[in-house]
C-alpha cells in the first residue's frame, strides 16, 4: 500500500517534514526578535515609532501571506536581484521564504507581546519608576519577563499558525510537505491514502506543541 | 500621553525624545530612500509600467473579475461554513458524550491542518471521484478547504459566543418548560449570533486572505492570479503587486472597521445581554489569521466563557 512513497527521493517524506520543521524553527526565531522590537516600538514614549509600528502591523496584518511570499520570489529575487548571500537558488528560496514568514508573523508576535504587556500591573511599572529606571530598564528587567511568561498560550497559537503557514512556501518551489503532497496526489492513484499520511504528519508536529507550550504557559504564568 | 511604562516626559526626556524621533525619522528616510533608489535603478519608476492601471481595460479584464472571483469564494465558504459551524459548535455543548468527542475530533482535527493542503486534497479528490468539470473545480477545491478550516474555527466562535451568555437565560427557559432544543434555538442560538457578529465579519478577512492559496496553486482565477496574467500581458510586476496588495489592504481595512463598529454597536445596545465576541478574541482561536483590528486597542472586554485553545 505505501509501495509509492519509495519513488519520491527529492525530497523523501521524511525530508519534506524536515524542511517544514527547519522553516518553522528559523521563521519561529527571526519572528520573535523582529515581533519584540515592533512590540517594543508600539510601547515607546516616541509617537515616531509608536506610529511605525502600528502601521507595519496593520499593513502586513492584511496582506495574504501568499501574496508576501511570492513578492520575494518574483519581485526581490527576479527585479531586484537579492540574492540572500547564496547563489544556489534552492537556498536562495528557504532564505527568501523565511524573509517572507519573519515579515508576516512578527505582526502577530507584536500583537500577543503587546497584549502581554498589558496584564503587567501598572503599579510595577510605577515602582520601577520610582526606584529611578529608565524606559529601557523599566521594559528590559520588570515588564518584558512578565509580559512574556504570560503571552506563552499566544506565542503557541502564532507558532502553530507558523507551523501551517509554512506550506505556502510551496508556492515558490521550497520542497517542503505541502510541495511534495502537490506533487504526489497529482501522480498517485492514492488520493485517500496521501491525504491522510500528509494530515497525520501535520497533526505530529502541532498537536504536541499545542500540548508543550500549554503546559508550560499554566506552569510559568505569573500568578497574581 | 502617558503610559503604564513612561510618566508626561520632564524638560530632560523631552529633548530626548526629540533626538530620538530625528535618528528614527532619519533611519526611515534612509530606507525610503533606499527602496526609492533601488526602484529607480531598476527603471521600477518609469511610466509605461503604472500606466495600466490608470486605464479601465486593465481593471475590466483582470483586476476587478479576479476580485470578484476572490468575494465569490469568500461568501460562498462563509455562507456554507457558519450553519456547518454552528452545527459543530453546538454538538460540542451537547450533554451526550458520544456527541461531544466526535464533535471536538472533527473539530481538533481540521483546525490542525494546513488550509493548502485541504484545498490540494479537495483539488484531486473532486478530480478522482466526482465529476466536476475542470472548470469549476479549483473554485470548489478554494471553498472545500476554507469551508473545512473556517466551520471549525467557527464552530469555536459559536461555543465561545453560547458560553458567553449569562446562566440564567437557560434557566429561565428551563422554568418555563421549554425542552433542550427549543432552548438552544430559540433562547440562546439568537443571543450568540448576534455576541458573535464582530468575530464573525473579522474571521472574513481570514477567508479573503486563504483565497490567495488558491490562485496560486490550483489556478484558481482569484485576485492574485489575476495579478500573475495581467503581469505577464503587461510585463509589469512590482506595479501590479502593490496595487494587488493596497486592493487587499483597502478591502481587508473595510471589514475590521465593520467589525469594530459593529462590536461598540453591539456594546451600547441595551437589547443584547452585553456579551460580545470582538476581533481580539478571534486572535486567540486563530491568530496568525486574523486582520487588524483597527484603533480598537485597550482593553476591549473581554468574556468571561470558557476559553481552552491549544
Known sequence: ?224 | MTSVLYDAPGPRAKRRNVIISVVFFALLALAAWFIWYKMDEKNQWAWALWKPFTQSEAWTTYLLPGLGNTLKAAALAMVIGLPLGAFFGIARLSDHVWVRLPAAWVVEFFRAIPVLLLMLFANEFYNSYTGVSSEQRPLYAVVTGLVLYNASVLAEVVKAGILSLPKGQSEAAMAIGLRKNQTMRSILLPQAVTAMLPAIVSQLVVIVKDTALGGVMIGFTELLNARQTMSAFYATVIPSFIVVGLIYIVLNFILTSFASWLEKRLRRSKKSTGAVLSAEDMEELNPAAVGGSFGTGGEGGGLPGSRTYT
Open chain 1, 1 to 224: 500500500m505505501f509501495d509509492f512513497l519509495s519513488d519520491y527521493d527529492n525530497p523523501t517524506l521524511l525530508g519534506a517534514f524536515w524542511m517544514t520543521v527547519k522553516l518553522t524553527f528559523f521563521s519561529g526565531i527571526g519572528s520573535l526578535i523582529w515581533g519584540t522590537l515592533l512590540a517594543a516600538m508600539r510601547v515607546s514614549p516616541v509617537p515616531l515609532m509608536r506610529g511605525f509600528g502600528t502601521a507595519y502591523v496593520n499593513i502586513i496584518r492584511n496582506i495574504p501571506l501568499t501574496v508576501i511570499i511570492i513578492f520575494t520570489s518574483l519581485g526581490l529575487a527576479n527585479i531586484f536581484r537579492v540574492t540572500m548571500g547564496s547563489d544556489d537558488f534552492k537556498v536562495q528560496d528557504f532564505r527568501l521564504a523565511i524573509l517572507g514568514f519573519v515579515t508576516y508573523t512578527a505582526a502577530f508576535v507584536c500583537e500577543a507581546l503587546r497584549s502581554g504587556i498589558n496584564t503587567v500591573p501598572l503599579g510595577q511599572a510605577e515602582a520601577a519608576r520610582a526606584i529611578g529606571l529608565t524606559f529601557s530598564q523599566t521594559l528590559r528587567l520588570i515588564v518584558l519577563p512578565q509580559a512574556f511568561r504570560s503571552v506563552i498560550g499566544p506565542l503557541a497559537n502564532v507558532l502553530i499558525a507558523l507551523t501551517k503557514n509554512t506550506t505556502v512556501a510551496a508556492a515558490i518551489g521550497v520542497a517542503e510537505a505541502a510541495y511534495l503532497m502537490k506533487g504526489m496526489i497529482e501522480n498517485e492513484a492514492e488520493v485517500l491514502l496521501i491525504g491522510a499520511i500528509f494530515a497525520f504528519g501535520f497533526v505530529v508536529l502541532t498537536l504536541p506543541t499545542g500540548l508543550i507550550l500549554g503546559w508550560l504557559s499554566k506552569r510559568l504564568a505569573v500568578k497574581r
